[in-house]
T-cell receptor, first 111, second 114 residues
Framework: QQPVQSPQAVILREGEDAVINCSSS?????VHWYRQKHGEAPVFLMI?????EQKGHDKISASFNEKKQQSSLYLTASQLSYSGTYFC????????????FGTGTQLKVEL | GAVVSQHPSWVICKSGTSVKIECRSL??????MFWYRQFPKQSLMLMAT?????????EQGVEKDKFLINHASLTLSTLTVTSAHPEDSSFYIC??????????FGPGTRLTVT
């Protein structure tokens, strides 16, 4: 079953913050976050492993709550380049397993 | 970083013909490669998992006789769409793993069947 992301879509003004949530019905081993621009392949943002990780680089960070089977992606001081569709990819087994991608969140940053 | 290429970038073919898409890991050996399909405004759906030298594992609902996957070496996997029909038109993306947690995605191949 596909992880559910919320919100489905969001429009921001440049400089505003956003949170994207990813919720799974299965126990998770890891969560991967990707951003995809129209007509292009997904670009890797970060991986969070089980153990309750939080990670970040630049103005994008993420958290992983194993017990709730949820992950959140935090975008702060958004830039125009942040526009795209964000997907979480969840792994339910040990390393080497396949990813199940979430429903996606469309983010548009405007001036 | 690790680079994955796909060829061709786009292809238009006639209904009933077969199309082969190549996925190559350029600077690493891929222990596992994955093939995804993405319809417009939808998420990526995993079609199959491919390990070098062994048969691919297909996801439920994916016809293995229609989507032939061959992982002949640690740097090359191919997906052949046999007897393509208009409903097979989609964006096909491969990814590869080098034994770490990360998946490296190729740029995708847009298939249009007329």
């Amino acid at each position: 079953q596909q992880p559910v992301q919320s919100p489905q879509a969001v429009i921001l003004r440049e400089g505003e913050d956003a949170v994207i949530n990813c919720s799974s019905s299965k126990a998770l081993y890891s969560v991967h976050w990707y951003r995809q621009k129209h007509g292009e392949a997904p670009v890797f943002l970060m991986i969070l492993l089980k153990g309750g990780e939080q990670k970040g680089h630049d103005k994008i960070s993420a958290s992983f709550n194993e017990k709730k089977q949820q992950s959140s992606l935090y975008l702060t001081a958004s830039q125009l380049s942040y526009s795209g569709t964000y997907f979480c990819g969840t792994e339910t087994g040990g390393g080497g397993n396949k990813l199940t991608f979430g429903t996606g969140t469309q983010l548009k940053v405007e001036l | 970083g690790a680079v994955v290429s796909q060829h061709p970038s786009w292809v238009i073919c006639k209904s009933g013909t077969s199309v082969k898409i190549e996925c190559r890991s350029l600077d690493f050996q891929a222990t596992t490669m994955f093939w995804y399909r993405q319809f417009p405004k939808q998420s990526l759906m995993l079609m199959a998992t491919s390990n070098e030298g062994s048969k691919a594992t297909y996801e439920q609902g994916v016809e293995k006789d229609k989507f032939l996957i061959n992982h002949a070496s640690l740097t090359l996997s191919t997906l052949t769409v046999t007897s393509a029909h208009p409903e097979d038109s989609s964006f096909y993306i491969c990814s590869a793993k080098d034994g770490t947690y990360e998946q490296y995605f190729g740029p995708g191949t847009r298939l249009t069947v007329t």
